[in-house]
């Protein structure tokens, strides 16, 4: 299995691109995540699913938007980049088995803004 | 704001115990506590969780302290590759959901 794949793993944006990261999970979990990661931080929600058809957001959902149309693929769009939207992203997936869920990463996107 | 509280760095000699320490004095009855790991800038990787009992696994043990309101995570024997992040993990209720929320970790740096 190949867990939690992101696509893809480097960009380098001008300042008004917009973009798409992927991210595709093959373990069936309900819930996806993605993450930004600056530079001394821990890393900070964006937006999150807890199913199919469902998005909420995070902490820094700000400049960005998603979608989770298939169970197995949660997207993430920045319409108009800038550079504060510099960092590393990071997908992940989980199952919920009562209290207990299993949270598995992507190995990251490294975006520049410039 | 995450609900764990962890030192922002530690360092510990090759060889021995490492142990890392989390207070997470808001954690709700029934929630797990979870540790993760970030070596350089690679995706956080699983170590190990618990509820209320002691666990151990191949990688590390978990104490949990009886009214658990924090825990310390134990790497027994560290080696130069421990060199990592380390996460407490709780989640915190969010839109109606219970989602996972990371602090900044504790910079765990083993030395020769």
């Known amino acids: 299995n190949a867990g939690v794949t992101q696509t893809p793993k480097f960009r380098v944006l001008k300042t008004g691109q917009s973009m798409t990261l992927l991210c595709a999970q093959d373990?069936?979990?309900?819930?996806m995540y993605w993450y930004r990661q600056d530079p001394g931080m821990g890393l900070r929600l964006i937006h999150y699913?807890?199913?199919?058809?469902?998005?909420a957001k995070g902490e820094v959902p700000d400049g960005y938007n998603v979608s989770r149309l298939k169970k197995q693929n949660f997207l993430l769009g920045l319409e108009s980049a800038a550079p504060s939207q510099t960092s590393v992203y990071f997908c992940?997936?989980?199952?919920?088995?009562?209290?207990?869920?299993?949270?598995?990463f992507g190995s990251g996107t490294r975006l520049t803004v410039v | 704001d995450a609900k764990t509280t962890q030192p922002t760095s530690m360092d510990c000699a090759e060889g021995r115990a490492a142990n890392l320490p989390c207070n997470h004095s808001?954690?709700?009855?029934?929630?797990?506590v979870y540790w993760y790991r970030q070596i350089h800038s690679q995706g956080p990787q699983y170590i190990i969780h618990?509820?209320?009992n002691n666990e151990t696994n191949e990688m590390a043990s978990l104490i949990i302290t009886e009214d658990r309101k924090s825990s310390t995570l134990i790497l027994p024997h560290a080696t130069l590759r421990d060199t990592a992040v380390y996460y407490c993990?709780?989640?915190?209720?969010?839109?109606?959901?219970?989602?996972?929320?990371f602090g900044r970790g504790t910079s765990l740096i083993v030395h020769p």
């Open positions: 992940a997936s989980s199952y919920l088995q009562g209290a207990t869920y299993g949270y598995t």
């Open positions: 373990m069936n979990h309900e819930y």
């Open positions: 699913s807890v199913g199919e058809g469902t998005t």
């Open positions: 808001t954690i709700s009855g029934n929630e797990y």
């Open positions: 618990g509820l209320k």
């Open positions: 993990i709780v989640r915190e209720l969010s839109g109606g959901s219970y989602i996972p929320t």
